[in-house]
């Protein structure tokens, strides 16, 4: 089987691609493509035949054929969206394509072309609110959630003037046929701290949601009722150290396929922070972090849960780390240097 994976450089106008060895987690350079406009969220189609890439200064979406024997990207469309995307998925059949818009308070759905493609207009194009950060459907692909981090003013990830964010998550109804989206009841889960939802993902076999906190340096774990599909928190737990004082802000979260293991960087600490999880209840338990790039905007684990590459934004590297399957910790193998703001990483195995 066949591992590749895939940089979304922002400042350099490309996409890098590199094949990785699934025993050692080595990465070998492979072709660059071009892709001007300022590369970021990208996502992977469930069949891994297409991968997804938003560009966020001319505000398009893209989609690419990937090679299975080389990696190789060959773009096969390219359309216009009406602000800059902030963050790509396809739902769990791979048959639209959802994009929110953390400046242009929406999020979106385009339908998905038998090759993979990207339809010409949004099927949806919803108003929800400022610092729309993510968009996601969940397990059984009939609710999806939108959360809206709190920016602040003088908070030197935002640029003078930039809108703040409710600091809620939105509840919506996903119509897998259709792909309309309708908000659910209640439509905002209203956060009870200055905690800043950013990201989100699921646990793999349970009833169970974890969020990334931007500002609360924290992930807040939820129970979903799988009947209405909206949430209940039940945990906030920190990503920082003890004592730590200094700012940070948390970034992308991610849980390994097996459910024991999630992962959240850091960026001010400048550190990956590591849980376990518990397997019947999906509490989280705090495993420590391990130092990382400078502000570490984007990471991916493989596929196998062996590896995990976190890219740092301002360093232009790309660190990876082997993961004990016992416990979770992280061991350093290698830097790499990339381009210019590497703000995406994605991985994908084909062949298997």
């Known amino acids: 089987m066949a591992y590749y994976m895939y940089v979304s450089l922002q400042d350099d106008d490309k996409i890098w691609s590199y094949s990785m060895d699934s025993g050692t987690g080595?990465?070998?350079?492979?072709?660059?493509?071009?892709?001007?406009?300022g590369p970021s969220a990208s996502a992977i189609s469930p069949d891994r035949s297409t991968f997804y890439v938003g560009l966020r200064n001319s505000q398009e979406l893209c989609s690419y054929r990937i090679d299975p024997s080389t990696g190789g990207l060959t773009q096969t469309s390219k359309v216009s969206v009406e602000a800059s995307p902030t963050f790509l998925s396809t739902d769990r059949n791979g048959?639209?394509?959802?994009?929110?818009?953390?400046?242009?308070?929406?999020?979106?759905?385009?339908?998905?072309?038998?090759?993979?493609?990207?339809?010409?207009?949004?099927?949806?194009?919803?108003?929800?609110?400022?610092?729309?950060?993510?968009?996601?459907?969940?397990?059984?692909?009939?609710?999806?959630?939108?959360?809206?981090?709190?920016?602040?003013?003088?908070s030197v990830m935002n640029p003078p003037g930039d809108k703040l964010g409710p600091n809620v998550i939105f509840q919506l109804r996903f119509d897998e046929k259709t792909g309309e989206l309708t908000p659910n009841s209640?439509?905002?889960?209203?956060?009870?701290?200055?905690?800043?939802?950013?990201?989100?993902?699921?646990?793999?076999?349970?009833?169970?949601?974890?969020?990334?906190?931007?500002?609360?340096?924290?992930?807040?774990?939820?129970?979903?009722?799988?009947?209405?599909?909206?949430?209940?928190?039940?945990?906030?737990?920190?990503?920082?150290?003890?004592?730590?004082?200094?700012?940070n802000t948390c970034s992308q979260i991610q849980i390994t396929g097996s459910g024991k293991f999630l992962y959240v960087p850091n960026r001010g600490h400048n550190s990956i922070a590591g849980f376990s999880v518990d397997a019947p209840s999906g509490q989280l338990t705090a495993l420590g972090q391990t130092p990382t790039e400078s502000v570490p905007s984007a990471f991916s684990l493989d596929p196998d849960d062996n590896f995990l590459f976190a890219a740092g934004s301002e360093s232009d590297r790309l660190a990876s780390y082997r993961i004990d399957p016992g416990t979770g910790a992280l061991t350093p193998l290698d830097t790499y240097s990339m381009g210019k703001r590497p703000m995406g990483v994605l991985i994908t195995n084909q062949g298997g």
């Open 95 to 154: 048959r639209f394509l959802l994009s929110a818009y953390y400046q242009g308070a929406h999020v979106a759905v385009h339908q998905i072309g038998d090759d993979g493609s990207v339809g010409d207009k949004p099927i949806v194009w919803l108003e929800t609110a400022p610092a729309a950060h993510a968009i996601q459907t969940d397990r059984s692909n009939r609710f999806a959630f939108v959360p809206h981090i709190a920016r602040m003013n003088d």
């Open 186 to 247: 209640p439509l905002k889960v209203e956060q009870q701290e200055f905690l800043g939802p950013r990201h989100f993902c699921f646990h793999p076999t349970l009833d169970v949601v974890y969020f990334s906190d931007e500002q609360g340096g924290s992930v807040t774990a939820y129970r979903q009722d799988a009947s209405t599909g909206t949430l209940t928190t039940f945990q906030t737990i920190s990503t920082l150290p003890d004592g730590f004082s200094g700012r």
């Open 26 to 37: 080595k990465l070998t350079r492979g072709a660059d493509m071009p892709a001007a406009g």
